[in-house]
């Protein structure tokens, strides 16, 4: 059998750093996912990702676990590697003092300390550089970390379940349970992973969440986030009651935020935010910015079909999990469902990007990505 081509070669060690930086989904935020392979003579002398946060990088976990000298390998990174010292020093220092020959780079760094500048240092101490190598699937792993830095807002993930014919409860407002065991415990594994939970107070009123991951391995504790523009939020909701124990945010208005009732929740434990108010609604996108200034990477949004709906209609979900339970409610009220602008004819229907799905026990998974990642700047 002939040796695959440089490109191939290339491709195939640069899937295998990306894999390796899914290890760090849950535990690196706010910091990128980061693999990285070194490879000398066609083979893979040491590889790793960054674990977690303020822990060591992808390039210095792999340098440390090479078996023999990194002098003349190829490195192969899915981020630009960062020139600034951060929790750690930089990156491409370790890389010149290792003297490797050539560095290959998936995805340059969009961060305004590092785009461009650590290929540039790399360059300059003699290194040579490839940059785009997987570069289509390094962006869609590290949308979440260019979505947050490019567009200063969160990645949003909006979760619901729904039946056969597209509703999300049944018409008297009951909606436990749509999606079966299975279901169930993969929106744990999400809410284990993700920075932050939002509902609205609609959903608070009719469910009394906890929002927590349970009975699944915990990543990181998400912030629990209510969006409440009439601040109707019970005080004795599980939410309010849990406050202390896992952190709670309740976005309200301004006029809300001042009241008595305000100061009752922020003595419960509860952190009251005022926001930005149009036309009497929270506005989304400031919201969201705020979000990403509080460095929330990842967002779940949760919420009923009235909370999904305006995230869906102002174009802010990136990610859609639909999970669809083999049944069927009935009814003609859309209050039950997401369904927003109405297309007058096919060509005119809203389309993924991108569709996966799978069973997931008796229902059927869809993960729908309805954006493209943002193009970093060249």
């Known amino acids: 059998m002939s040796n695959p081509a440089p490109a191939e070669q290339d491709l195939r060690f640069m899937e295998r750093a990306i894999w390796l930086a899914r290890k760090g989904a849950g535990r690196v935020e706010p910091n990128p996912l980061v693999g990285c392979v070194v490879v000398k003579n066609g083979r893979v002398i040491g590889e790793g990702c960054h674990r977690r946060f303020g ?17 003349g390998a190829t490195v192969y990174v899915s981020l630009e590697p960062c020139c600034h010292h951060g929790k750690t020093p930089p990156c491409v220092d370790a890389l010149i003092a290792a003297r490797v020959a050539r560095v290959v780079v998936a995805l340059r760094d969009p961060y305004p300390l590092v785009c461009g500048e650590g290929l540039r240092r790399l360059r300059a101490a003699g290194i040579a550089v490839d940059v785009g ?16 830095h490019l567009l200063r807002r969160p990645y949003v993930i909006a979760k619901w379940a729904q039946s056969l014919d597209g509703r999300l409860a049944a018409t008297g407002g009951d909606s436990r349970w749509i999606s079966g065991e299975a279901a169930r415990r993969r929106v744990h594994q999400l809410r284990a992973r993700v920075d932050a939970i939002l509902v609205g107070s609609g959903t608070v009123l009719a469910d009394d969440p906890l929002l927590t ?12 986030v209510v969006l409440d523009g009439r601040l109707r939020i019970p005080e004795r909701a599980r939410l309010v009651r849990t406050a202390r124990d896992f952190p709670t945010q ?27 108010v149009r036309q ?25 079909p009235t909370l999904l709906r305006a995230f869906l209609d102002a174009g802010l979900v990136d990610e859609a999990l639909v999970f669809v339970a083999p049944l069927f409610l009935g009814g003609r009220e859309d209050r039950y469902s997401v369904t927003g602008r109405t297309a007058q004819r096919m060509r005119d229907a809203a389309r993924p990007r991108r569709i996966q799905s799978q069973r997931c026990g008796d229902d059927v998974l869809y993960r729908l990505r ?4 943002p193009a970093v700047p060249e």
């Open 133 to 148: 190598v997987g570069g289509v699937a390094a962006a869609e792993l590290l949308a979440p970390f260019t979505t947050r």
């Open 250 to 276: 309740v976005i309200t208005s301004p006029r809300r935020a001042a009241s008595d009732k305000a100061r009752r929740l922020v003595r419960r434990g509860v952190e009251v935010v005022a926001a930005n």
């Open 213 to 224: 991951a349970r009975n699944v391995p915990v990543r990181r504790v998400a912030l629990r």
């Open 280 to 304: 009497e609604r929270i506005d989304l996108a400031a919201m969201l910015s705020d979000l990403a200034d509080s460095d929330v990477t990842n967002l779940l949004v949760e919420g009923g």
């Open 55 to 71: 822990g060591p990088h992808a390039e210095v976990a792999a340098l440390r676990t090479c078996q023999s000298s990194p002098e």
């Open 370 to 373: 309805l954006t493209d990642p």
